[in-house]
């Protein structure tokens, strides 16, 4: 096994990690507030304002 297998497959669980993490969050706050789509809109768009602070 080569480095660039090693790092393919670190890359690929850390995604998996974060993927299971967002849904689990969706989930337990879809729970409490029905409106999920809102949800996710507000903070993508929370996300997009800090990436911009992070740019300037």
Partial sequence: MNET?????????VFLAVLVGLYGYIIRVGIH?????????HTLRYWR???????R
């Fill in 5 to 13: 297998d090693s790092a393919g497959m670190i890359w690929s669980l």
């Fill in 33 to 41: 507030r029905k409106p999920v789509f809102g949800m996710t809109r």
């Fill in 49 to 55: 304002h800090r990436l911009v602070h992070v740019i």
